[in-house]
Protein backbone atom coordinates (compact mmCIF):
# COMPACT_ATOMS: atom_id res chain seq x y z
CA UNK A 1 0.00 0.00 0.00
CA UNK A 2 1.24 3.39 -0.82
CA UNK A 3 1.75 6.18 1.52
CA UNK A 4 -1.38 8.40 1.41
CA UNK A 5 -0.80 11.93 -0.03
CA UNK A 6 -2.60 14.32 2.39
CA UNK A 7 -1.82 17.00 -0.08
CA UNK A 8 -5.18 16.98 -1.39
CA UNK A 9 -6.73 16.90 2.00
CA UNK A 10 -4.15 20.23 2.92
CA UNK A 11 -7.30 22.39 3.35
CA UNK A 12 -9.40 20.50 5.03
CA UNK A 13 -9.48 19.34 8.89
CA UNK A 14 -7.18 16.59 10.25
CA UNK A 15 -9.17 13.79 12.51
CA UNK A 16 -7.13 12.25 15.06
CA UNK A 17 -8.02 8.60 15.22
CA UNK A 18 -7.13 6.76 18.47
CA UNK A 19 -6.72 3.05 18.78
CA UNK A 20 -5.55 2.16 22.63
CA UNK A 21 -4.77 -1.57 21.87
CA UNK A 22 -4.19 -4.04 24.66
CA UNK A 23 -3.09 -7.77 23.12
CA UNK A 24 -5.33 -7.48 20.19
CA UNK A 25 -3.24 -9.44 17.52
CA UNK A 26 -6.04 -11.56 16.73
CA UNK A 27 -8.07 -8.36 15.58
CA UNK A 28 -5.94 -5.48 15.11
CA UNK A 29 -5.49 -5.93 10.92
CA UNK A 30 -9.14 -6.08 10.45
CA UNK A 31 -9.42 -3.07 12.61
CA UNK A 32 -6.74 -0.94 10.97
CA UNK A 33 -7.82 -1.83 7.47
CA UNK A 34 -11.35 -0.56 8.03
CA UNK A 35 -9.45 2.73 9.73
CA UNK A 36 -7.17 3.63 6.49
CA UNK A 37 -9.46 3.02 4.07
CA UNK A 38 -12.01 5.83 5.15
CA UNK A 39 -13.18 7.99 2.47
CA UNK A 40 -12.37 11.17 4.40
CA UNK A 41 -8.53 10.81 4.11
CA UNK A 42 -7.04 13.74 6.13
CA UNK A 43 -6.66 12.09 8.89
CA UNK A 44 -3.71 10.43 11.45
CA UNK A 45 -4.31 7.25 13.27
CA UNK A 46 -2.94 7.31 16.68
CA UNK A 47 -2.20 3.49 17.62
CA UNK A 48 -1.03 3.04 21.72
CA UNK A 49 0.01 -0.10 22.85
CA UNK A 50 -0.80 -0.55 25.71
CA UNK A 51 2.15 -2.45 26.94
CA UNK A 52 0.99 -5.96 24.78
CA UNK A 53 2.66 -8.83 25.36
CA UNK A 54 1.46 -10.74 21.93
CA UNK A 55 1.97 -9.26 18.65
CA UNK A 56 0.70 -6.06 18.25
CA UNK A 57 3.51 -4.66 18.07
CA UNK A 58 4.32 -5.78 15.26
CA UNK A 59 1.14 -5.49 13.59
CA UNK A 60 1.12 -1.70 13.88
CA UNK A 61 5.01 -1.54 12.64
CA UNK A 62 3.38 -3.59 9.77
CA UNK A 63 0.72 -1.16 9.05
CA UNK A 64 2.41 2.02 10.31
CA UNK A 65 5.30 0.91 7.06
CA UNK A 66 2.20 0.98 4.60
CA UNK A 67 0.47 4.17 5.67
CA UNK A 68 2.26 7.03 6.80
CA UNK A 69 -0.59 8.24 8.75
CA UNK A 70 0.09 5.79 11.52
CA UNK A 71 1.60 6.61 14.73
CA UNK A 72 2.93 4.60 17.22
CA UNK A 73 2.91 5.62 21.05
CA UNK A 74 3.79 2.88 23.51
CA UNK A 75 3.07 2.53 26.96
CA UNK A 76 3.30 0.60 29.98
CA UNK A 77 -0.09 -1.52 30.29
CA UNK A 78 -2.76 1.17 32.67
CA UNK A 79 -5.87 0.67 30.65
CA UNK A 80 -8.10 1.89 28.11
CA UNK A 81 -8.31 5.29 29.86
CA UNK A 82 -4.80 6.38 30.27
CA UNK A 83 -4.23 4.99 26.69
CA UNK A 84 -6.52 7.08 25.54
CA UNK A 85 -5.18 10.05 27.58
CA UNK A 86 -1.81 9.14 25.40
CA UNK A 87 -3.38 9.58 22.36
CA UNK A 88 -5.03 12.92 23.27
CA UNK A 89 -1.98 14.12 24.26
CA UNK A 90 -0.24 12.91 20.72
CA UNK A 91 -2.81 14.11 18.65
CA UNK A 92 -2.84 16.95 16.27
CA UNK A 93 -6.21 16.95 14.59
CA UNK A 94 -9.00 19.48 15.43
CA UNK A 95 -11.38 16.43 16.04
CA UNK A 96 -10.93 13.40 17.38
CA UNK A 97 -12.41 10.34 17.50
CA UNK A 98 -11.99 6.82 18.96
CA UNK A 99 -12.65 3.45 17.93
CA UNK A 100 -10.93 -0.41 19.68
CA UNK A 101 -8.95 -2.34 18.72
CA UNK A 102 -11.05 -5.54 18.09
CA UNK A 103 -13.87 -3.52 16.34
CA UNK A 104 -14.52 -1.92 12.39
CA UNK A 105 -15.38 1.65 11.11
CA UNK A 106 -17.65 2.14 8.14
CA UNK A 107 -15.65 3.23 5.26
CA UNK A 108 -17.85 6.43 5.81
CA UNK A 109 -17.75 6.93 9.33
CA UNK A 110 -15.22 10.09 9.66
CA UNK A 111 -16.51 11.49 6.46
CA UNK A 112 -20.63 11.84 7.61
CA UNK A 113 -19.83 12.60 11.05
CA UNK A 114 -17.64 15.45 10.30
CA UNK A 115 -20.24 16.82 7.76
CA UNK A 116 -23.29 16.08 9.91
CA UNK A 117 -20.86 18.21 12.78
CA UNK A 118 -20.16 21.28 11.04
CA UNK A 119 -23.20 20.98 9.38
CA UNK A 120 -25.06 21.64 13.22
CA UNK A 121 -22.15 23.58 14.13
CA UNK A 122 -22.43 20.94 17.23
CA UNK A 123 -19.39 20.12 19.61
CA UNK A 124 -19.93 16.60 19.27
CA UNK A 125 -21.44 14.05 16.70
CA UNK A 126 -23.31 10.64 17.95
CA UNK A 127 -23.63 7.93 15.03
CA UNK A 128 -25.73 4.50 15.60
CA UNK A 129 -24.13 1.31 15.58
CA UNK A 130 -24.25 -2.59 14.19
CA UNK A 131 -22.96 -5.26 16.37
CA UNK A 132 -21.25 -8.28 15.00
CA UNK A 133 -20.28 -11.73 16.02
CA UNK A 134 -16.29 -12.64 15.25
CA UNK A 135 -17.69 -14.79 12.37
CA UNK A 136 -19.68 -12.71 10.88
CA UNK A 137 -17.50 -9.77 9.44
CA UNK A 138 -18.94 -10.58 6.34
CA UNK A 139 -22.40 -9.68 6.38
CA UNK A 140 -22.31 -6.15 8.10
CA UNK A 141 -25.20 -3.69 7.37
CA UNK A 142 -24.66 -0.62 5.41
CA UNK A 143 -27.52 1.14 6.60
CA UNK A 144 -26.15 4.74 6.08
CA UNK A 145 -29.17 6.10 4.09
CA UNK A 146 -29.41 9.63 4.36
CA UNK A 147 -31.38 9.90 7.75
CA UNK A 148 -32.00 13.35 9.32
CA UNK A 149 -29.74 13.78 12.48
CA UNK A 150 -31.08 14.37 15.52
CA UNK A 151 -29.93 17.63 17.35
CA UNK A 152 -29.44 18.14 21.02
CA UNK A 153 -29.32 21.60 22.62
CA UNK A 154 -28.41 22.80 26.09
CA UNK A 155 -27.07 20.88 28.66
CA UNK A 156 -30.30 19.91 30.49
CA UNK A 157 -31.37 17.85 27.60
CA UNK A 158 -27.63 16.40 26.88
CA UNK A 159 -27.35 15.15 30.18
CA UNK A 160 -31.01 13.64 30.06
CA UNK A 161 -29.42 11.76 26.84
CA UNK A 162 -26.31 10.59 29.35
CA UNK A 163 -29.19 9.72 32.53
CA UNK A 164 -32.02 8.55 30.41
CA UNK A 165 -29.84 5.82 28.06
CA UNK A 166 -29.24 4.97 24.71
CA UNK A 167 -31.67 5.39 21.64
CA UNK A 168 -32.02 2.45 19.69
CA UNK A 169 -28.46 1.88 18.18
CA UNK A 170 -27.14 4.96 19.32
CA UNK A 171 -25.35 4.88 22.58
CA UNK A 172 -24.33 7.34 24.71
CA UNK A 173 -21.49 6.14 27.09
CA UNK A 174 -19.63 5.04 24.83
CA UNK A 175 -16.31 6.35 23.76
CA UNK A 176 -16.34 5.49 19.67
CA UNK A 177 -19.38 5.84 17.65
CA UNK A 178 -18.72 9.60 18.29
CA UNK A 179 -16.37 12.37 16.94
CA UNK A 180 -15.20 15.17 18.96
CA UNK A 181 -14.01 18.74 19.03
CA UNK A 182 -10.57 18.50 20.35
CA UNK A 183 -11.45 20.94 22.61
CA UNK A 184 -13.70 18.98 24.76
CA UNK A 185 -10.39 17.30 25.84
CA UNK A 186 -8.71 20.58 27.03
CA UNK A 187 -7.93 20.46 31.07
CA UNK A 188 -9.21 16.49 31.75
CA UNK A 189 -7.78 16.20 34.81
CA UNK A 190 -7.45 12.06 33.69
CA UNK A 191 -6.52 11.15 37.16
CA UNK A 192 -9.38 12.00 38.66
CA UNK A 193 -11.34 9.39 36.64
CA UNK A 194 -8.87 6.85 36.61
CA UNK A 195 -10.38 3.62 37.43
CA UNK A 196 -10.24 -0.21 36.18
CA UNK A 197 -13.99 -0.35 35.03
CA UNK A 198 -16.37 2.41 33.99
CA UNK A 199 -13.82 4.81 32.75
CA UNK A 200 -15.75 5.48 29.99
CA UNK A 201 -18.79 6.99 32.11
CA UNK A 202 -16.71 8.79 34.16
CA UNK A 203 -14.68 10.58 31.09
CA UNK A 204 -17.59 11.36 29.15
CA UNK A 205 -19.64 12.74 32.07
CA UNK A 206 -17.11 15.26 31.89
CA UNK A 207 -17.41 15.76 28.23
CA UNK A 208 -20.80 16.21 27.86
CA UNK A 209 -20.36 18.90 30.23
CA UNK A 210 -18.47 21.00 28.04
CA UNK A 211 -20.87 20.50 24.97
CA UNK A 212 -23.42 23.13 24.46
CA UNK A 213 -25.04 20.91 21.54
CA UNK A 214 -24.78 17.09 19.97
CA UNK A 215 -26.27 15.33 17.32
CA UNK A 216 -27.58 11.92 16.99
CA UNK A 217 -26.77 10.50 13.50
CA UNK A 218 -28.86 7.57 12.94
CA UNK A 219 -26.63 6.10 10.36
CA UNK A 220 -24.96 2.99 11.64
CA UNK A 221 -21.07 3.71 10.89
CA UNK A 222 -19.44 1.93 13.91
CA UNK A 223 -19.13 -2.01 13.89
CA UNK A 224 -19.07 -3.71 17.48
CA UNK A 225 -17.87 -7.19 17.93
CA UNK A 226 -19.53 -8.63 19.93
CA UNK A 227 -16.65 -11.57 21.89
CA UNK A 228 -17.96 -11.43 25.06
CA UNK A 229 -15.15 -9.18 25.67
CA UNK A 230 -14.49 -5.66 25.63
CA UNK A 231 -10.51 -4.26 25.33
CA UNK A 232 -7.30 -2.78 26.18
CA UNK A 233 -8.21 -3.06 30.27
CA UNK A 234 -10.38 -6.36 29.51
CA UNK A 235 -8.10 -9.49 30.51
CA UNK A 236 -10.19 -11.35 33.17
CA UNK A 237 -13.42 -10.51 33.37
CA UNK A 238 -14.81 -12.58 36.27
CA UNK A 239 -11.51 -11.14 38.18
CA UNK A 240 -12.36 -7.60 37.40
CA UNK A 241 -15.72 -7.85 39.37
CA UNK A 242 -13.79 -7.47 42.63
CA UNK A 243 -9.95 -6.77 42.52
CA UNK A 244 -10.64 -3.20 40.84
CA UNK A 245 -9.07 0.30 41.50
CA UNK A 246 -10.28 3.99 41.57
CA UNK A 247 -7.59 6.49 41.74
CA UNK A 248 -5.23 4.36 41.82
CA UNK A 249 -6.84 2.18 45.02
CA UNK A 250 -8.87 -0.69 45.86
CA UNK A 251 -12.05 -0.45 45.18
CA UNK A 252 -15.54 -2.24 43.85
CA UNK A 253 -17.76 -2.51 41.26
CA UNK A 254 -20.35 -0.97 42.92
CA UNK A 255 -18.30 2.32 44.51
CA UNK A 256 -17.27 3.18 41.08
CA UNK A 257 -20.49 3.23 39.67
CA UNK A 258 -21.73 5.62 43.02
CA UNK A 259 -18.65 7.59 41.87
CA UNK A 260 -20.06 8.26 38.43
CA UNK A 261 -23.39 9.63 40.18
CA UNK A 262 -21.70 11.51 42.46
CA UNK A 263 -19.83 13.26 39.84
CA UNK A 264 -22.83 13.42 37.72
CA UNK A 265 -25.14 14.66 40.95
CA UNK A 266 -22.44 17.69 41.46
CA UNK A 267 -22.67 19.04 37.67
CA UNK A 268 -26.56 18.54 37.44
CA UNK A 269 -26.73 20.25 41.29
CA UNK A 270 -24.27 23.20 39.87
CA UNK A 271 -26.07 24.07 36.74
CA UNK A 272 -29.62 23.73 38.21
CA UNK A 273 -29.96 21.22 35.56
CA UNK A 274 -32.98 19.52 37.58
CA UNK A 275 -32.69 16.09 36.94
CA UNK A 276 -31.61 14.75 40.38
CA UNK A 277 -34.52 12.09 40.53
CA UNK A 278 -33.55 10.49 37.01
CA UNK A 279 -29.38 10.57 38.00
CA UNK A 280 -30.96 8.35 41.57
CA UNK A 281 -32.64 6.02 39.85
CA UNK A 282 -29.82 5.52 36.79
CA UNK A 283 -27.90 5.00 40.25
CA UNK A 284 -29.98 2.56 42.04
CA UNK A 285 -30.74 0.29 39.04
CA UNK A 286 -27.44 0.43 37.42
CA UNK A 287 -26.76 -0.75 41.31
CA UNK A 288 -29.11 -3.49 41.11
CA UNK A 289 -28.20 -4.78 38.15
CA UNK A 290 -24.25 -4.60 38.49
CA UNK A 291 -25.39 -6.68 42.07
CA UNK A 292 -27.38 -9.33 40.41
CA UNK A 293 -23.96 -9.85 37.88
CA UNK A 294 -21.99 -9.97 41.09
CA UNK A 295 -24.02 -13.13 42.84
CA UNK A 296 -24.38 -14.89 39.61
CA UNK A 297 -20.56 -14.67 39.63
CA UNK A 298 -20.34 -15.36 43.31
CA UNK A 299 -18.06 -12.32 43.36
CA UNK A 300 -20.59 -10.52 46.13
CA UNK A 301 -18.76 -12.05 48.62
CA UNK A 302 -15.63 -9.42 48.52
CA UNK A 303 -16.16 -7.03 51.45
CA UNK A 304 -16.26 -3.84 49.55
CA UNK A 305 -19.11 -5.19 47.70
CA UNK A 306 -20.93 -6.49 50.22
CA UNK A 307 -20.42 -3.30 52.42
CA UNK A 308 -21.50 -1.40 49.12
CA UNK A 309 -24.65 -3.49 48.81
CA UNK A 310 -25.96 -2.40 52.50
CA UNK A 311 -24.81 0.95 51.87
CA UNK A 312 -27.12 1.51 48.65
CA UNK A 313 -30.22 -0.50 50.38
CA UNK A 314 -29.70 1.86 53.44
CA UNK A 315 -29.65 4.85 50.96
CA UNK A 316 -32.84 3.73 49.09
CA UNK A 317 -34.42 3.36 52.51
CA UNK A 318 -33.48 6.73 53.65
CA UNK A 319 -34.82 7.91 50.36
CA UNK A 320 -38.04 6.20 51.03
CA UNK A 321 -38.77 7.49 54.12
CA UNK A 322 -37.82 11.24 52.94
CA UNK A 323 -40.76 10.68 50.65
CA UNK A 324 -43.54 9.29 53.04
CA UNK A 325 -44.72 12.63 53.95
CA UNK A 326 -45.17 13.52 50.73
CA UNK A 327 -46.92 10.05 49.76
CA UNK A 328 -48.78 10.90 52.89
CA UNK A 329 -50.51 13.90 52.06
CA UNK A 330 -51.15 12.71 48.19
CA UNK A 331 -52.88 9.57 49.83
CA UNK A 332 -54.99 11.72 52.43
CA UNK A 333 -56.22 13.73 49.38
CA UNK A 334 -56.97 10.68 47.07
CA UNK A 335 -58.99 9.37 49.45
CA UNK A 336 -60.82 12.81 50.53
CA UNK A 337 -61.38 12.43 46.26
CA UNK A 338 -62.81 8.97 46.57
CA UNK A 339 -65.08 9.88 49.44
CA UNK A 340 -66.39 13.52 47.71
CA UNK A 341 -66.37 11.18 44.41
CA UNK A 342 -68.79 8.60 46.54
CA UNK A 343 -70.93 10.98 48.10
CA UNK A 344 -71.87 12.87 44.59
CA UNK A 345 -72.52 9.23 43.23
CA UNK A 346 -75.09 8.19 46.01
CA UNK A 347 -76.82 11.60 45.97
CA UNK A 348 -77.30 10.67 41.94
CA UNK A 349 -78.72 7.83 42.86
CA UNK A 350 -81.23 8.74 45.13
CA UNK A 351 -82.39 11.83 42.73
CA UNK A 352 -82.97 9.25 40.05
CA UNK A 353 -84.40 7.09 42.16
CA UNK A 354 -86.90 9.44 43.71
CA UNK A 355 -90.82 9.49 42.93
CA UNK A 356 -90.57 13.43 41.89
CA UNK A 357 -87.64 12.10 39.14
CA UNK A 358 -89.50 9.57 37.75
CA UNK A 359 -92.84 12.00 37.58
CA UNK A 360 -90.95 14.67 35.69
CA UNK A 361 -88.82 12.44 33.16
CA UNK A 362 -91.39 13.07 30.11
CA UNK A 363 -91.43 16.81 30.85
CA UNK A 364 -87.19 16.55 30.31
CA UNK A 365 -87.57 14.74 27.36
CA UNK A 366 -89.85 17.34 25.82
CA UNK A 367 -87.67 20.09 26.83
CA UNK A 368 -84.42 18.68 25.40
CA UNK A 369 -87.06 18.79 21.72
CA UNK A 370 -87.64 22.39 22.21
CA UNK A 371 -84.42 22.70 23.19
CA UNK A 372 -82.88 21.36 19.81
Same mark, same amino acid.
Given at each position: ?????????????????????????????????????????? %????????????????????????????????????????????????????????????????????????????????????????????????????????? +???????? +??????????? +?????????????????????????????????????????????????????????????????????????????????????? %????????????????????????????????????????????????????????????????????????????????????????????????????????????????????????
Amino acid at each position: MAAFDQRSMSKEPTVSIIIPIYNAEKYLAQCLGSVVAQSYGN %IEIICVNDGSVDGSDKVIDMWSNKDTRIKKVNIKNSGANIARKAGVKKASGEFIAFVDSDDLMHVNNIKNNLDCLRRTRADMSVNALVQFADCDTNNLSDDTGNL +RPDVIVGM +RNIFQFLICGD +RGDIYSMVPWGKLYKKELFDHIDWDKIDATRFNDELLLTIVYEKCQKITLLPQKLSYYRDNGFGQSDQKQLSKQLVDLKFQGKPSS %ILEIIYKIYKLRDTIITKNQLGLERENYDWWFHNSMYRTNQLIRRDAICDGNNLKYFKKVWQENERRQQSMLPEKATHVARLKQSEQRITQLENEINLIMNSRSWKITKPLRAIGRVFKH
